[in-house]
Structures are given as C-alpha cells and as structure tokens.
C-alpha cells in the first residue's frame, strides 16, 4: 500500500520535470533561440497517456475504496475527479496546438501561450493538492494491504520513460531530462 503511495509521489516528482521541461522550451518562444516543439508535444504525450491513462485513474480507484468507507472526504474526491478531467481536456487541447504549429498552421501565438500556461497552472496546483491534501489523507486512513493490485498499474514495468525500459519514442525526452 505504501509502495503504491510512493510511487504516484514518484510520478509527481517525475511529472513536475517534465513540466519544467516544457516551461524552459516556452521561455525560449520569447527570445531569440528556437523552441523545441517536438520535445514539448513528447512531453506531453507522456503526461496524457501514462499520467492520464495509469497514474490518474490509480488515483480515481484509491480514492473512491476510500470514500466508500468514509463519506465525509466527498467533496475532496470530487475535486480529485473533475480536476483529472479537465487535466486530460487541457492537455488534449495544448497538445493539439502544438502539433498544429510544428505542422506550421497559421496560430496566434497569445492563444497559444494561453493554453501552454492554462495548462501548466492547472497540473501544478492539482499535484500540490494530491500532496498536500489526499495523500495525507491515504495515508492516514487506508488499510494496509487493500489495494496491493493498483501497485501494478503503475512504476518500472509501465511508466515507458522513467520506467524500466524506455520506449523508442520517448528516448529524445529521456536525454533531455
Ligand atoms: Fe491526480
Ligand atoms: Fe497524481
């Protein structure tokens, strides 16, 4: 149990790099160095297919065991829900922008930024409110031993760029970090 505690922490610490990452390339956009887009839209890709795919929906099911045995965490879990729906909405849509201007579509580029920030803000508070709020809160009141079979929804066998193995696709990204 702790185990799959420690690693959605990992997976945070993991995540703010990349959003770092993708921050030093947006501040390039203001000076006179190319960005470098196609590390953006990988860094992206990772957050929306393991963040959203594995990481976020660990999180739905820990979460929901846990307010099934304590109602008064709702609201929190609520949060909890409706912020990895709009995660997966935002970066969909930084995503698409990106890719749209690495394929050279016309795109005003306030509009762009907007997204790119949008986007940065919403991670970064939603992993301060995990760890400041609902991890306490696993820690606290989860049961040892309970969801021991969420443990291999996540860490080295499936994480494919800080995992074990790194995927072809993310070894760009990996020499980036
Ligand atoms: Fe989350
Ligand atoms: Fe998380």
């Known amino acids: 149990m ?3 505690l420690d690693q959605l922490h990992q997976d945070h610490i993991n995540m703010a790099e990349l959003l770092e ?4 390339e947006l501040r390039l956009l203001d000076g006179d160095e190319p960005a470098d887009l196609a590390l953006v839209y990988d860094a992206l890709h990772y957050l929306t297919h393991y ?3 594995y990481h976020h929906p660990v999180e739905d099911r820990l979460f929901a065991h846990l307010q099934r045995s304590d109602a008064s965490i709702a609201a929190e879990v609520d949060r909890l829900q409706n912020e990895h729906r709009a995660l997966f909405q935002k970066g ?3 995503a698409d922008v990106v890719q749209e201007i690495e394929s050279e579509v016309a795109m005003e580029r306030s509009e762009f930024k907007r997204l790119a920030r949008d986007y940065l803000r919403a991670q970064r508070q939603h992993l301060d ?3 400041q ?3 306490p809160l696993a820690r606290e009141r989860m049961e040892a031993g309970v969801l021991d079979e969420l ?3 996540l860490g080295v066998d499936t994480d494919p760029l800080f995992g074990r193995l790194v995927r072809q696709e993310y070894e760009r990204l990996k020499s980036a970090l």
Request: no cysteine; net charge negative.
């Open 51 to 53: 963040g959203d795919l």
């Open 2 to 4: 702790t185990g799959m």
């Open 133 to 135: 709020v609902m991890f």
């Open 21 to 24: 990452l993708i921050e030093r």
């Open 129 to 131: 409110f995990e760890e």
């Open 92 to 94: 969909k849509a930084f």
């Open 151 to 153: 443990e291999a929804d």
